[in-house]
């Protein structure tokens, strides 16, 4: 505890987690991980002075652990862990929490010396305090490091017991500061009381931009405190109130808010007991708002009463880029107005439109839809109950459709007529990078439409055929067809339930298993290096424009004539690490006994 008190207080910490983590062990995912325990452990990291592939501006001192504090006051007698090191980075490991010692932590002395430690720290940016049974006597001493810090900009206060008392203190010294952006206090109970006196505070604070108040417990009348402030406030932009209870009332609220808000950029009410009529009083102030770029409705039973109101705002709405209305009760006839009026609309970006109703009428109509709008670039349909017909007429419109990127069709179970019709729209998009396609029944008979509309294929990155009850003959005609796709970069096959083969048939032999595994291993390994060094020539080029396209990277990193390259090369291995190639692959059909590692976390951060 010491050893993180002296950091603190000396001005050489950046950003300190001290969430703490469940104790339950978890069994390693893949061949060659280590299985750990994330029993109540803690350690920060100093990347004062050392190498780091993270920003600056965002560097972590916890690799993830408990509350330092509570175990240096608990375990006084116990020996320390040894420090050590990563890659550069000093860990100070302190001995672990024993018993249930951490469950006070908010009333214990260590934690009120934390607190004056952080009074006089100015250089911690980011605080997270997540997990640690925090009470309202807690708050209160954070509330006054509130008061007189000027560096802090993100405090993370998630799953604590704050309550409506720890929550005023909390909203009592933000009146006053003026540099926390970022305020995190989801799943603490803080019920109307609490977030009345976070309404009270966002009249007044001009520092504040995002807001996490999800699973609070807030109901009508907090819900329409707070809602009520947007009417006052001009800085926040990200509001997130998922699964509380803003019911019609509170959507009144936000509708007259959205008509003189125009600073709100995202706006969660996921969950909140909206149903159609909230939703349609919501879209009156929608249609008029020109700031909104996220909206977020799922799980609220609008219904084609919300559709329909959605609908009649998003024709004169042109600012809104992304609609989440997933899990809605949605039928064909609301789908069908929802895709008249993106006809005319070509702001939206991505239509998030799982777990509903579409069927084959809505999925006509979404298809028509497509054939015009040129805006649309993600389109999300899982669980849907769209049958092959109905991908039939999607694909008929999608495939002229310049704009679409992703497309998420999973459990629809089209089988393999309908993996037959998605194969002419693989073979033929040009801009089509993800494809979502699991739990739909395709088979083998599907497997081998879409591994040859593969070959072909010059965008896809990343494709879900996992749980389509493909045997090893289809995989196999998989693997030989992607050999000469030179772009796709993940590829989920995994068949858990894949079928028994016919009694009078022979089963492939037990080498034959690994066959299209380490085919397809081999061809993604391949196309992530081919990709690594395309976005690398890309960085150099950028920073250095008079570099020519082809101009070989060793002799680009070689020359004198760009100067000293010690910062671009930091920059490059901060990017792009030397292990990423070699940890890289696909997920197995076969469990973990093939080292192939996970590539989806991977091939997704390839992008700077």
């Not at 309550?163 to 970022?182: F, I, K, Q």
């Not at 125009?262 to 349609?280: E, F, I, P, S, V």
């Not at 039928?331 to 993106?342: R, S």
């Not at 690594?532 to 004539?561: I, N």
């Amino acid at each position: 505890m010491d050893d993180i008190l002296n950091k603190v207080t000396s001005h050489q910490a950046i950003a300190l987690n001290l969430t703490k983590v469940g104790r339950k062990k978890s069994r390693p995912k893949h061949a060659g991980d280590q299985p750990h325990s994330s029993e109540s452990t803690a350690s920060i990291v100093d990347f004062t002075g050392a190498r780091t592939h993270l920003n600056p501006d965002h560097m972590a001192l916890s690799s993830g652990a408990a509350m330092a504090a509570a175990a240096a006051a608990a375990a006084a007698a116990a020996p320390a862990s040894p420090n050590h090191a990563v890659d550069g980075a000093v860990v100070l490991s302190p001995p672990p929490v024993f018993g249930e010692v951490d469950a006070g932590f908010g009333r214990s002395a260590a934690f009120k010396a934390l607190s004056t430690a952080l009074s006089a720290n100015q250089s911690i940016t980011q605080l997270s305090l997540g997990h640690n049974n925090l009470d309202p006597s807690a708050a209160a001493l954070l509330g006054d490091v509130l008061r007189h810090n000027t560096s802090l900009l993100h405090l993370s206060l998630s799953v604590n017991k704050l309550g409506a008392d720890g929550t005023r203190s909390l909203a009592d010294s933000l009146r006053v500061n003026r540099t926390l952006e970022h305020l995190d206090i989801a799943s603490n109970s803080i019920f109307d009381e609490g977030a009345q006196s976070l309404a009270d505070m966002l009249s007044v604070n001009q520092a504040l931009t995002i807001l996490d108040v999800s699973n609070c417990s807030i109901y009508a009348e907090g819900a329409r405190a707070l809602l009520g402030s947007l009417k006052h406030n001009a800085t926040l932009r990200q509001l997130l109130m998922s699964k509380n209870h803003c019911l019609a009332e509170g959507a009144a609220v936000v509708a007259d808010a959205l008509l003189i808000n125009h600073t709100l950029q995202k706006l969660d009410l996921t969950a909140n007991y909206m149903y159609g009529d909230g939703c349609r009083l919501l879209c009156t102030g929608l249609a008029r708002n020109r700031g909104l770029l996220e909206l977020h409705l799922a799980s609220n039973e609008i219904g084609d009463v919300g559709a329909d109101a959605l609908a009649t705002a998003l024709k004169t709405n042109r600012t809104l880029h992304t609609l989440l209305i997933h899990e809605n009760l949605l039928t064909p006839l609301g789908i069908e107005k929802l895709a008249d009026a993106l006809r005319k609309n070509g702001s939206l970006t991505l239509l998030h439109l799982c777990d509903n109703q579409s069927g084959l009428k809505g999925a006509e109509a979404l298809g028509k839809m497509l054939k015009v709008n040129r805006g649309l670039q993600r389109l999300h349909l899982a669980q849907n109950e769209i049958p092959a017909d109905g991908i039939k007429a999607l694909v008929r419109y999608a495939r002229s459709h310049s704009a679409l990127t992703e497309l998420n069709l999973s459990w629809n179970r089209f089988g393999a007529a309908g993996a037959a019709h998605l194969a002419l729209l693989v073979s033929e998009s040009r801009t089509l990078q993800e494809l979502h396609l699991s739990h739909n029944k395709m088979m083998e008979e599907g497997c081998e439409y879409l591994a040859r509309a593969l070959h072909s294929n010059t965008a896809l990155q990343y494709v879900d055929l996992s749980s389509n009850r493909i045997t090893h003959k289809g995989l196999d005609e998989l693997a030989r067809q992607i050999h000469n796709n030179h772009k796709l970069l993940f590829l989920n096959y995994e068949q858990p339930h894949a079928p028994a083969q016919p009694a009078n048939s022979q089963p492939p032999p037990p080498s034959h298993k690994g066959v299209h595994d380490e085919s397809i291993s081999f061809v993604l390994r391949r196309n992530l290096r081919e990709h690594l060094v395309e976005s690398k020539t890309a960085m150099l080029m950028a920073f250095q424009p008079r570099l020519g396209a082809q101009a070989p990277l060793a002799e680009t990193f070689a020359a004198s004539s760009i100067g000293d390259l010690s910062v671009l090369r930091l920059v490059w291995d901060m990017l792009w690490p030397n292990n990423y190639v070699q940890n890289a692959s696909i997920v197995s059909p076969y469990g973990s006994n093939y080292a192939m590692g996970h590539a989806q976390t991977d091939a997704r951060r390839l992008h700077p």
